[in-house]
């Protein structure tokens, strides 16, 4: 009976599965499914590589030479390894920070699939057994995050939360030619979430309500001030007088206006996201734009608290964090 | 290395009952083949279009999202032909494929060729186009259309291989 060769029932993550029986007889049959193939390596070299269908295996199909090492039932030593050319997917996560050098984690999904066999097990599984999407993404994973950090520290926290999927296309473009080098193709990479601590959710609200970066920073150092201030009684009030309008006043214009930036790729260094149009404001609780002195947010519903001075301020403010103006 | 057949499918030509079945599975071999050629030719412009992507990424233009979606567009048409189907009916079934069907299908194969070397020329002008935005612009509504032909091409293959 015809030694049958064939994958059967792969595992859901597997790539790569080497038949264990090196020992193959004259005219073993290799079967290959659509969506896989087998390569085929004897006395060390690799061969060939098999597509679908039905291949029957022998080392030469000279008669003379067959007879010669000893006729049907001789065998010789082959390997066989199936490789799935289906996609697979792998999850890659990590930390680094934006451009405001606010501290984000993200996370999320890419889909490969293998492109070339033979570079594959020759550059990457060498004489394993089997091989599977875990032991790609722990070979691969620093080419992710590397990718990651350089894009995502060239985003401002606000971009990136608004341009997710610039991002994760512009890693891919960074990320493609890695995995080509590897024998491997990336089909696609997708960012799932990006988070960021709470402490940089609120200034990422004040930063899109305001579209200065620079003065939100100004006025978290001004409270930090004055919480420190507020531990010593007797000096507080006369060094608070000297020190709390200097650091309350609004920061210089730069001499050069921002460059402008079309939209896509990464945005250049010195490019600042534009402050929000004449006559519209942020609503706080859907973060979509309102028109100017508004009550209620056409988008959410929410009622649109004010200060005295008219600026937008959260549910349960007491003072105004723009301009400190005490909220009735 | 040859196409031509081998003795022994020579003698299964001539074999009464079974020449008819050998034809009809050389003629599934050749459409195999030539869905391999188009097959080929699109992943010839799937790397092509990666390169453009690159440049893209390097110039920061604003097509690159939508480029991207094109190179999708594009491998999955590339399977698509790959693995489309080669006109095989059961016994049991109700319609039968025959040689004439068989090679109708080598003709939408042919018409195949044609619209994948359509598409690598332009996806090659796209390519040339990164840097000025605007032919660019045009350059990707252009493949864009490429690739719509070429999918009602293949739908209709599709349809007629299923019997339809």
Not at chain 1, 9 to 15: A, L
Not at chain 1, 184 to 187: A, R
């Given at each position: 009976m015809a030694q049958v060769i064939e994958w059967v029932?792969?595992?859901?993550?597997?790539?790569i599965w080497r038949y264990p029986n090196e020992v193959i007889k004259w005219g073993a049959q290799l079967i290959v499914h659509e969506y896989e193939v087998a390569v085929f390596m004897r006395d060390g070299k690799i061969y060939d590589v098999l597509g679908p269908g039905r291949h029957t295996l022998t080392t030469q199909n000279l008669p003379l030479l067959y007879r010669l090492v000893g006729g049907s039932n001789s065998p010789f030593k082959a390997t066989v390894i199936f490789v799935s050319m289906k996609q697979f997917q792998g999850r890659y996560g990590g930390e680094t920070q934006t451009r405001e050098l606010a501290p984000v984690k993200y996370y999320g999904v890419y889909w490969f699939k293998v492109a070339d066999p033979v570079l594959f097990i020759t550059e990457v599984v060498g004489g394993q057994s089997l091989y599977d999407t875990a032991d790609v993404t722990k070979f691969i994973r620093a080419y992710f995050n590397e990718g990651m950090m350089k894009h995502l520290s060239a985003y401002s926290i606000v971009d990136l939360f608004q341009n997710l999927d610039m991002v994760s296309t512009q890693v891919k473009v960074k990320l493609m030619e890695d995995f080509r080098r590897l024998g491997?193709?990336?089909?696609d990479v997708k960012i799932e979430g990006v988070n960021t601590t709470d402490e940089w959710r609120q200034r990422l609200f004040w930063i899109m309500q305001t579209g200065n970066a620079q003065a939100v920073m100004q006025m978290d150092t001004a409270k930090q001030v004055a919480a420190e201030l507020g531990k010593s009684e007797g000096a507080a009030i006369g060094t608070g007088m000297v020190v709390m309008p200097q650091l309350l006043q609004q920061p210089a214009q730069p001499a050069q206006p921002a460059q402008p930036y079309a939209g896509g790729g990464v945005p250049p260094a010195g490019y600042q996201q534009p402050a929000q149009q004449a006559g519209q404001e942020i609503c706080p609780y859907c973060g979509k734009p309102i028109p100017a002195g508004a009550r209620f947010c056409p988008y959410c519903g929410h009622e649109i608290k004010r200060c005295p001075n008219g600026h937008v301020v959260p549910e349960g403010a007491k003072f105004c964090p723009v301009c400190g103006a005490k909220i009735e | 290395m040859g196409k031509e057949t081998s003795i022994v499918e020579k003698l299964e030509l001539v074999i009464p009952g079974f020449h008819g079945y050998k034809k009809k599975e050389l003629i599934r071999e050749d459409d195999r083949l030539v869905r391999g050629k188009v097959a080929d030719t699109l992943a010839l412009a799937r790397r092509e279009m990666e390169r453009a992507l690159q440049r893209c990424a390097m110039v920061s233009c604003a097509q690159l999202v939508a480029i991207d979606n094109l190179r999708k567009k594009l491998m999955a048409l590339e399977s698509r032909v790959r693995h489309a189907e080669a006109g095989y009916r059961g016994y049991f079934d109700r319609v039968k494929f025959k040689e004439e069907e068989l090679n109708r299908l080598l003709e939408y194969d042919a018409k195949m060729i044609e619209l994948a070397e359509e598409i690598l020329n332009e996806v090659k002008a796209l390519n040339g186009q990164i840097a000025n935005p605007q032919a660019l612009g045009m350059a990707v509504l252009n493949l864009d259309d490429k690739l719509v032909n070429f999918e009602e091409v293949l739908g209709k293959r599709m349809s007629f291989a299923a019997g339809e």
């Open positions: 029932n792969p595992g859901e993550d597997e790539i491997l193709e990336l089909v | -």
